[in-house]
């Protein structure tokens, strides 16, 4: 059980640092470019939140599996195959979850303007400087929101994990996927005291994002 | 006058839908049905209807999961479950009928490859090694991972193949593992393979396994109901029987 838990963290914690890093110039760029294909792109990062998740699962397995071109890359370094592995699931979660971290990031920076950056460019700061000094501090509620939703979202994670995982014990196999393995043989008992702790965490994630936005909104002038 | 006039229009009309019905008082009856038997249960609908006039209304999904929405109500009356401990706790919970619990198919396993040559008419492949993951259903939710685990045992290869065994939720996702090539073999079922050509294959024999039985039940809400009682009489049928054997199914008769 230690170790279910343990697997499901580590997923939700590996996928939260890559999707905000993955996420931020992403957001960046969709919040801040005028180019034509900017909607098109949207949309695409939104794209998980309307696929069934064993949609997105199947195309990851496959994308994953030994005769995919993708997997071709990497048969000078030894791998054949992500499917069934720790990492296939961090590909299948970033993809599950990129729309959590793009769209509060997104929102974040659109809310900053123009103006802030300009003046600090008149002040002479750099493109780099700006974005770190100035753009970053002031969407770090949009960065906050995105890191919960992310964590709380991949912890939560069933249909892409069911698709590509294969429920190997340390590795592949994560909480919901062990509630549903539980329901399926009629272990009820076992299966609610997960789905309640894991109702427990999501409330407590859900409220701190709450608390969080109120204070940050609280101390802004 | 109106009223009274609608009324044998409308009896007019319902005469003459019901004209091909062999029976004058055709029924219609809620089958929850295992997902592995989606196939043959359409087909054996279609058959039924047009013996009886009876309508089946299939839904398709996991055993367990149809057992837990029985349990709570779910307005089932038949229940064609992928196992026979599901019927089983159904009729020792009170949700079925007494004694109407019977095997209508049973399973047979089969490990398969994509890859043609790599699984031998023998199954020396397991003892041989030379392949990274191996696909079964999982034996905690589907007999039919149970049935690959005790072949493993039997074959004493269990201990030696345990760290490559991935596991699908279903025999249906065992069989998905193994026909994108993410794994490179696994247990899947006979009936999945039925139009399956290519590849490599080898059946597993009985006696390497305990049977995989699955079981039919009356629950009670279909007590009352002809058209249910009907369906399972029909699928104890010689009709029945042929297009079970036929989807890759054995059968007790």
Request: positive net charge; hydrophobic residues 55%.
């Amino acid at each position: 059980m230690n170790l279910v838990i343990l697997t499901t963290i580590e997923l939700a914690a590996v996928t939260t640092l890559l999707l905000l890093l993955l996420g931020t110039p992403l957001a960046w760029w969709l919040a801040r470019s005028r180019s034509g294909w900017k909607e098109i792109v949207g949309a695409l990062t939104a794209l998980p939140l309307v696929l069934p998740p064993t949609v997105i699962g199947f195309y990851v397995l496959i994308a994953l599996g030994p005769q995919s071109p993708l997997m071709a890359l990497l048969h000078p370094f030894g791998i054949r195959t992500l499917a069934f592995t720790f990492s296939g699931l961090v590909i299948g979660s970033l993809f599950y979850s990129l729309p959590f971290a793009v769209q509060p990031l997104r929102t974040a920076f659109e809310a900053i303007g123009s103006r802030p950056l300009e003046i600090a460019a008149t002040m002479g700061a750099g493109p780099v400087d700006r974005f770190f000094h100035v753009a970053v501090p002031l969407a770090r509620r949009g960065f906050l929101s995105a890191a919960i939703l992310v964590f709380a979202h991949t912890i939560g994670e069933f249909g892409v994990v069911l698709m590509i995982g294969g429920a190997i014990p340390g590795k592949t196999e994560v909480l919901s996927t062990r509630i549903y393995q539980l329901v399926e043989s009629l272990q009820f008992a076992e299966a609610h005291a997960i789905a309640g702790g894991m109702v427990v965490f999501a409330f407590v994630a859900l409220l701190s994002l709450l608390l969080v936005e109120r204070r940050i909104a609280g101390v802004r002038p | 006058m109106k009223h009274f006039a609608l009324h044998h229009v409308a009896l007019f009309l319902a005469a003459i839908f019901t004209l091909p019905a062999v029976p004058a008082r055709a029924g219609e009856t809620q089958v929850a049905v295992a997902a592995n038997f989606t196939e043959p249960a359409k087909e054996i609908a279609a058959a039924f209807q047009r013996a009886t006039g009876h309508k089946a209304v299939l839904s398709f999904g996991a055993s367990g999961a149809f057992y837990t929405q029985i349990s709570h109500g779910a307005p089932f009356e038949v229940f064609l479950s992928a196992d026979a401990e599901r019927p089983l706790k159904a009729e020792q919970d009170g949700l079925a009928v007494s004694r109407s619990r019977f095997t209508y198919a049973i399973g047979r396993i089969v490990l398969y490859s994509v890859t043609p040559g790599l699984v031998d008419a023998k199954g020396a492949v397991l003892r041989r090694g030379g392949f990274d993951k191996i696909a079964i259903a999982d034996p905690a939710t589907a007999p039919y991972g149970v049935a690959a685990v005790q072949t493993l045992q039997k074959l004493g290869v269990y201990p030696a193949v345990s760290p490559r065994i991935v596991k699908g939720s279903s025999i249906a996702q065992a069989y998905q593992f193994v026909a994108t090539g993410a794994a490179d073999m696994g247990f899947v079922a006979l009936s999945q393979l039925v139009n399956v050509s290519g590849g490599s294959r080898w059946v597993v024999p009985k006696a390497l396994h305990a049977p995989i039985e699955q079981q039919a039940i009356l629950l009670k809400t279909g007590a009352t109901n002809r058209a249910a009682r009907a369906f399972l009489a029909f699928l104890k049928s010689r009709q029945a029987i042929a297009i079970i054997q036929r989807y890759g199914y054995e059968t007790h008769r």
